[in-house]
T-cell receptor, first 116, second 112 residues
Framework: NAGVTQTPKFQVLKTGQSMTLQCAQDMNHEYMSWYRQDPGMGLRLIHYSVGAGITDQGEVPNGYNVSRSTTEDFPLRLLSAAPSQTSVYFC???????????????FGQGTRLTVV | SQKIEQNSEALNIQEGKTATLTCNYTNYSPAYLQWYRQDPGRGPVFLLLIRENEKEKRKERLKVTFDTTLKQSLFHITASQPADSATYLCALEEQAGTALIFGKGTTLSVSS
């Protein structure tokens, strides 16, 4: 049982490049979400999903796309990377079926992204 | 929109003392409130969850209280140890049915 797995762990992109951050969980969790963490800003919600085929925007969705074709995977796509997207990205999943707050969230180890 | 405020960015205490961290929220009163620990370079790890109808929850040296009237949760670590040094985050639903949002965290340093 690997939990939440994020790849890659580190990435350097040039401005304007696109890439996909991968997130996979093997706990059969319906709820998954993406956060970015910046110094002094805390964790900010980018996108989230309550099941395959269902996604919604969080606080800072601009510049990011998501899709949820399977229960296990929730990739985050950067369409055209900008230096402002330099951050640490965390994926999380939860067993919740009736609300995000009712059970714990499990986090991946993070992807450290630098855009130059 | 919902805002979460954690009382201070940093808290320094001596080993053996009790650390008390505060989490305040501004609007929607959630049915649950959660606390996480985050170590440098790692993802947050769940510690405790408290429901709105629970006044207090304990787990070993950890205690959480939840006051929906004050819109506040307190997180206590008793008999603190240097190994408790980390950033502690509170989290709740921004509104019913939306994903968890987090406070900016309080970084606790326990000196021996």
């Amino acid at each position: 049982n690997a939990g939440v797995t994020q790849t890659p762990k580190f990435q350097v992109l040039k401005t304007g490049q696109s890439m996909t951050l991968q997130c996979a969980q093997d706990m059969n969790h319906e709820y998954m979400s993406w956060y970015r963490q910046d110094p002094g800003m805390g964790l900010r919600l980018i996108h989230y999903s309550v099941g395959a085929g269902i996604t919604d925007q969080g606080e800072v969705p601009n510049g990011y796309n998501v899709s949820r074709s399977t229960t296990e995977d929730f990739p985050l796509r950067l369409l055209s990377a900008a230096p402002s997207q330099t951050s640490v990205y965390f994926c999380a999943s939860s067993y919740s079926q009736h609300g995000w707050g009712e059970t714990e969230a499990f986090f991946g180890q993070g992807t450290r992204l630098t855009v130059v | 929109s919902q805002k979460i405020e954690q009382n201070s960015e940093a808290l320094n205490i001596q080993e053996g003392k009790t650390a008390t961290l505060t989490c305040n929220y501004t609007n929607y009163s959630p049915a649950y409130l959660q606390w996480y620990r985050q170590d440098p370079g790692r993802g947050p790890v769940f510690l405790l969850l408290i429901r709105e109808n629970e006044k207090e929850k304990r787990k070993e040296r950890l205690k959480v209280t939840f006051d929906t009237t004050l819109k506040q949760s307190l997180f206590h670590i008793t008999a603190s140890q240097p190994a408790d040094s980390a950033t502690y985050l509170c989290a709740l639903e921004e509104q019913a049915g939306t994903a968890l949002i987090f406070g900016k965290g309080t970084t606790l340093s326990v000196s021996s």
